[in-house]
C-alpha cells in the first residue's frame, strides 16, 4: 500500500526565517531594547499570549456557566453541556503545561463537588436519630454538672469567711430564692435595696452577676476564684453602686409622686386610666403601666436604671416613638390626653359600624336592594348583647328575613335569622345566603 507522505518544513529554513525576522525588528526597535530581543524572549511571550488566550477563553465559558446555573433548573442540560466544554479545556491546559514543564492542575467540577456533597449526606433515619438521642443525652448531662458546679458556687456564698466580708462593708445576704426558671442570691444594703444579686438558670445551666446598671456571665473554675472574684468586684464597685441606687429610688419615687399629683390624678380619674406605682422589670429597666378601664395596657413609662432616663411610650402608635422627659409635670398632660385609651373590642365595633355604615352608603350596594325588593335598616337596633341593621322584603313595615349584628362583647359581625339565633360569621357566609335569610 502506498503510504501518505507529510512534508515538514526545513527547521534550518524556519530559523533561519525567525533569525531574519527578529534582525529588522531589531533595526527598527529602539538601541536600549534591542539586547532583549533574542529567540528566548520570543519564546517566552509567545508562551505568555498562549496562556492569555487559553485563560480568556475558560473565564468566558465558565462566567457563562455562573449565569445559566442562576438562571434555574430549566438550564440544567445547557450548563452540563458547558461543564463539558470547561473540562475539556482544563484537560488541553493541564497537557500544555506538562509539555512546557510547568506544574500541572487538578480543574474541578461543581457538578462534581455537588454531586459527592449529595452522596455524603445520611439518609438512615435509624442512624439519625440514634444520634440525636446519644447527643440529647450528652448534653443533658453537660447541663447537670454544670447546673451542680454553678450551685456549689451559690452556697459557698455562705461560707464565714465571705460573710465576714459582708458585715465590715454593712451588707447582708438573703436566702437562695427559687422560681420556676432560675435560683437567685441577693446581696443587700442596710435599706434592704439588692447591690448585686447572683442567678443560675434552669435552662442552661449559665451563672450570673447582675447589678442595677450591668449583666455580667460568670466563667470559673473554683469556688475560691468565684468568692474572690465577688469579693473584688463588690471592693472596685460597691461606692458608685451605692450611689446609684440612692439616684435610682429617688427617680423611682419621682415618678409615682408625678402621677399622684391631683392635676395628674384628676386627668387620670377622667380619661378613667389607671397608673401602677408597682414598675415591672425588664432588660431596659422599669416599666410602669398605664391601663384603660377594662385592664388594657395603652401606655407606659420606662426608666433606664442605667442612665436614669425617663421615656413616655405610647403603646397605641402605629409609628412607635417615645417620648424621653425630664419633668414630668409639663410631660404627662399632653401625653395622656392624646392616648388612645377606648377598649380593643370597642374600637373594633366602632370600625365595624363604620364599615357597614360606608357599605349602606355605597351605590352600587343601594342598586343591589333596589333590584331585589329589600331593604336595611341603616340605623341598628340594640340590645345587651348586640347592634342589630335588620333586613327586610318590602320596605320599612315589610318581613323581617335577617339581621346583620355586630357583637358587643367581640366586636364581630355576623348574621342571624329573624328570631335572632342561627349565627353565622359574615366573613364566612357564601351559599348559604338565601338559606339562613329564608327568602
Known amino acids: 500500500m502506498a503510504k501518505n507522505k507529510i512534508k515538514l518544513p526545513k527547521i534550518a529554513s524556519l530559523q533561519e ?53 442562576n438562571s434555574g433548573s430549566s438550564l440544567v442540560d445547557e450548563v452540563g453541556q458547558l461543564n463539558e466544554v470547561t473540562a475539556m479545556l482544563a484537560q488541553d491546559l493541564t497537557e500544555v503545561r506538562g509539555f512546557l514543564l510547568l506544574p500541572t492542575r487538578q480543574y474541578a467540577s461543581s457538578l462534581d463537588f455537588e454531586e459527592t456533597s449529595k452522596d455524603d449526606g445520611n439518609e438512615d433515619s435509624l442512624q439519625i436519630a440514634l444520634f440525636k438521642y446519644v447527643g440529647y443525652l450528652g448534653e443533658q448531662e453537660n447541663l447537670k454538672q454544670k447546673m451542680s458546679t454553678n450551685s456549689s458556687y451559690l452556697d459557698a456564698l455562705y461560707e464565714d469567711y465571705f460573710s465576714d466580708f459582708l458585715d465590715s462593708k454593712n451588707l447582708s445576704l438573703s436566702k437562695i430564692v427559687e422560681t420556676d426558671d432560675r435560683s437567685e442570691v441577693y446581696i443587700l444594703d442596710e435599706s434592704g435595696n439588692q447591690v448585686l444579686y447572683f442567678y443560675l438558670e434552669n435552662e442552661t445551666g449559665n451563672l450570673y452577676r447582675a447589678t442595677v446598671a450591668s449583666l455580667d456571665m460568670i466563667d470559673i473554675d473554683t469556688e475560691s476564684e468565684f468568692l474572690i472574684g465577688a469579693e473584688q468586684f463588690l471592693t472596685d464597685n460597691l461606692s458608685s453602686l451605692l450611689s446609684l441606687i440612692t439616684q435610682v429610688e429617688e427617680t423611682k419615687k419621682y415618678i409615682v409622686d408625678s402621677f399622684a399629683a391631683e392635676e395628674i390624678a384628676k386627668l387620670l380619674e377622667t380619661e378613667k386610666l389607671t397608673f401602677t406605682a408597682e414598675p415591672n422589670e425588664s432588660e431596659i429597666g422599669l416599666l410602669y403601666d398605664i391601663e384603660n378601664y377594662v ?50 373590642v370597642q374600637k373594633k365595633i366602632i370600625d365595624a359600624q363604620l364599615g357597614l355604615k360606608e357599605t349602606f352608603e355605597d351605590e352600587g350596594f343601594r342598586l343591589l336592594l333596589e333590584e331585589t325588593g329589600l331593604y336595611v335598616e341603616f340605623s341598628p337596633r340594640e340590645d345587651e348583647y348586640r347592634f342589630y341593621y335588620d333586613i327586610k322584603l318590602g320596605g320599612t313595615d315589610g318581613t323581617l328575613l335577617g339581621s346583620i349584628v355586630i357583637e358587643k362583647n367581640t366586636g364581630m359581625v355576623e348574621v342571624v335569622d329573624p328570631t335572632g339565633a342561627d349565627t353565622v360569621n359574615l366573613l364566612f357566609f357564601e351559599e348559604g345566603l338565601k338559606k339562613k335569610l329564608q327568602i
Open 17 to 69: 526565517k525567525l533569525s531574519n525576522s527578529l534582525s529588522l525588528l531589531k533595526s527598527k526597535m529602539p538601541k536600549n531594547w534591542q539586547p532583549y530581543l533574542i529567540k528566548k524572549n520570543f519564546l517566552i511571550g509567545f508562551i505568555v499570549l498562549f496562556f492569555l488566550v487559553q485563560y480568556m477563553q475558560v473565564s468566558k465559558v465558565t462566567g457563562g456557566i455562573s449565569s445559566l446555573t
Open 295 to 344: 385592664g388594657e395596657v395603652v401606655a407606659q413609662v420606662s426608666f433606664g436604671k442605667s442612665d436614669l432616663a425617663i421615656t413616655l411610650i405610647d403603646i397605641r402608635d402605629e409609628d412607635n416613638i417615645v417620648l424621653q422627659v425630664t419633668d414630668l409635670a409639663t410631660a404627662l398632660p399632653p401625653f395622656i390626653e392624646k392616648l388612645d385609651v377606648l377598649p380593643a
